[in-house]
């Protein structure tokens, strides 16, 4: 399963746009890039996924450039609300062993 | 639609006893069931994974076991807890492979267990 590595923290200011990058060399051909978001005592909750260009849903911007090693998600004016730990995993399709690997995060603090 | 629940969604629990969490999902058929842990201030560690009824794989060997008896039902059992156990555990659930989303997994609210 590839590997992720992204910030461990981040900080920002209301209003701004925070993007966050995410390093996974080893990326698979079949791998999709997920991001998730968990506030403190809360389940991860699902953000956006991609596999290649770029994804926009009503929350956020996934950006992964040609290559695949690497993606970004863009989160357009934060807000106070957007202060959490945000996690980037890239999975395989589908087959037996469909897991996840959760690393550690980024924390991004957004400030009045 | 689809929901997850989990309970207990506290508890406190001296060292040895036994541990029973149970997690439902409720809205799909044939999910793929997941068991993680977070520890404080940490990353979700995986520790066991269904592909369906009374199929369990287990990612960290420790004192904990799981069970499916039931196509959305999933429990989290140990015999005698450690210290070390003390943690949010987090249950989630994918769509059946083969399915529109690919290893999009949804997770319950969460129970946190203090180990005294």
């Known amino acids: 399963l590839a590997k992720t590595t992204q910030p461990i923290s981040m900080d920002s200011y209301e209003g701004q746009e925070v993007n966050i990058t995410c390093s996974h060399n080893?990326?698979?051909?079949?791998?999709?890039i997920t991001w998730y978001q968990q506030f403190p005592s809360q389940g991860p909750r699902f953000i956006i996924q991609?596999?290649?260009t770029k994804v926009t849903n009503e929350v956020a911007s996934l950006f992964i450039p040609a290559d695949r090693k690497s993606s970004t998600l863009s989160l357009p004016r934060v807000s106070l609300s957007d202060t959490a730990v945000y996690y980037c995993?890239?999975?395989?399709?589908?087959?037996?062993?469909?897991?996840?690997?959760f690393g550690t995060g980024t924390l991004l603090a957004v400030q009045p | 639609s689809q929901t997850i629940h989990q309970w207990p969604a506290t508890l406190v629990q001296p060292v040895g006893s036994p541990l029973s969490l149970e997690c439902t999902v409720e809205?799909?058929?044939?999910?793929?069931l997941y068991w993680y842990r977070q520890a404080a201030g940490r990353g979700l560690q995986l520790l066991f994974y269904?592909?369906?009824?009374?199929?369990i794989s287990s990612e960290v060997p420790q004192n904990l076991s799981a069970s499916r008896p039931q196509d959305r039902q999933f429990i989290l059992s140990s015999k005698k807890l450690l210290l070390s156990d003390s943690g949010f555990y987090l249950c989630?659930?994918?769509?059946?492979?083969?399915?529109?989303?690919?290893?999009?997994?949804?997770f319950g609210p969460g129970t946190r267990l203090t180990v005294l």
């Open positions: 989630a659930w994918s769509p059946l492979a083969g399915g529109e989303s690919t290893d999009t997994q949804y």
């Open positions: 080893n990326i698979a051909t079949n791998d999709y």
């Open positions: 991609g596999y290649k």
């Open positions: 995993l890239v999975g395989r399709g589908w087959g037996a062993t469909n897991k996840l690997i």
């Open positions: 809205g799909t058929s044939n999910p793929n």
């Open positions: 269904s592909v369906g009824i009374g199929q």
